[in-house]
Antibody
Framework: QLQLQESGPGLVKPSETLSLTCTVSGGSISSRNYFWGWIRQPPGKGLEWIGSVYYTGSTYYNPSLKSRLTISVDTSKNHFSLRLSSVTAADTAVYYCARRAVRGIINGDAFDIWGQGTMVTVSS | QSVLTQPPSASGTPGQRVTFSCSGS????????VSWYQQLPGTAPKLLIYNNNQRPSGVPDRFSGSKSGTSASLAISGLQSEDEADYYCAAWDDSLNGLWVFGGGTKLTVL
């Protein structure tokens, strides 16, 4: 059973860089059938897609975050990472990593497996 | 403000059928598949419906999805108390360079 687990600091200071890693277990990140993404949820609010990465390293970013965002993949460690720079209080949220199946396969074009989420607070 | 529009709340009694709407545009729902997610309090979202009306393995057939034009719907029949949760729709949006968009979510209360 494939599982995703987020890890990283729970508290980040304003103007600094938020860094999170999502470790994939029970399966390989190097599959042609899946993208790997980050989605966040501010307290009491809805879901926002941050961006996705393919095992080849190709990335797709939310235009509203693109200037501050880097998502990368490390196939040797079976994990992918998020870096969001110049954070403010508006970046306070639960951050989820999730797997997205490509179009045309089972669970295609949807986020079918999610990590449990990690709360990140931006505060001095 | 979310790109996909969902009513903020809905309610029903056990055994009833409830439906949730999700309204978008030609660049998202109108040209791409819709997925639906259930988020129980304090937990991560769970995939309920993909490709407009397909259920992943393990999702009861009480849950069904449909799409028409730039709108989509999720229906729950035989409502149960454990269905009390937030429900989100999502779709790929072809505008700009493309991005995933979510609805603002509908909170279901089982009375």
């Amino acid at each position: 059973q494939l599982q995703l687990q987020e890890s990283g600091p729970g508290l980040v200071k304003p103007s600094e860089t938020l860094s999170l890693t999502c470790t994939v277990s029970g399966g390989s990140i190097s599959s042609r059938n899946y993208f790997w993404g980050w989605i966040r949820q501010p307290p009491g609010k809805g879901l926002e897609w941050i961006g996705s990465v393919y095992y080849t390293g190709s990335t797709y970013y939310n235009p509203s975050l693109k200037s501050r965002l880097t998502i990368s993949v490390d196939t040797s460690k079976n994990h992918f990472s998020l870096r969001l720079s110049s954070v403010t209080a508006a970046d306070t949220a639960v951050y989820y990593c999730a797997r997205r199946a490509v179009r045309g396969i089972i669970n295609g074009d949807a986020f079918d497996i999610w990590g449990q989420g990690t709360m990140v607070t931006v505060s001095s | 403000q979310s790109v996909l529009t969902q009513p903020p709340s809905a309610s029903g009694t056990p055994g009833q059928r409830v439906t949730f709407s999700c309204s978008g545009s030609n660049s998202n729902i109108g040209s791409n598949a819709v997925s639906w997610y259930q988020q129980l309090p304090g937990t991560a979202p769970k995939l309920l419906i993909y490709n407009n009306n397909q259920r992943p393995s393990g999702v009861p057939d009480r849950f069904s999805g449909s799409k028409s034009g730039t709108s989509a719907s999720l229906a729950i029949s035989g409502l149960q108390s454990e269905d009390e949760a937030d429900y989100y729709c999502a779709a790929w949006d072809d505008s700009l360079n493309g991005l995933w968009v979510f609805g603002g979510g509908t909170k279901l209360t089982v009375l």
